[in-house]
Nanobody
Framework: QVQLVESGGGLMQAGGSLRLSCAAS????????MGWYRQAPGKQRELVATITTGGITNYADSVKGRFTISRDNAKNTVSLQMNSLKSDATAVYYC??????????WGQGTPVTVSS
């Protein structure tokens, strides 16, 4: 079992920045990939960004160049720096962990609202 706690969500004007953080606990030695997903109203949950233990990143095309994912393996944390925010970034953002056994664990979600 892996427990995930997100923080950093909130309200921001378009063009502003927010930084989301996620702390993992529990069976931390099984953690492989860490990432962020989001779910906007009326839409399915979608991948935002992932990062491997070796630091290889993957981004959704819609956020590439504006969002940056990073992780601290020693602290078992993953962060998402979101710059140049647009209104379409409004969603609940979920921290995700994939273990070496290909199991997925999710945080409770942190809402982000971008005002136009």
């Amino acid at each position: 079992q892996v427990q995930l706690v997100e923080s950093g969500g909130g309200l921001m004007q378009a063009g502003g920045s927010l930084r989301l953080s996620c702390a993992a606990s529990g069976s931390i030695f099984s953690i492989d990939v860490m990432g962020w997903y989001r779910q906007a109203p009326g839409k399915q949950r979608e991948l935002v960004a992932t990062i491997t233990t070796g630091g290889i990143t993957n981004y959704a095309d819609s956020v590439k160049g504006r969002f940056t994912i990073s992780r601290d393996n020693a602290k078992n944390t993953v962060s998402l720096q979101m710059n140049s925010l647009k209104s379409d970034a409004t969603a609940v953002y979920y921290c995700n962990v994939k273990t070496t056994g290909w199991h997925h664990y999710w945080g409770q979600g942190t809402p982000v609202t971008v005002s136009s």
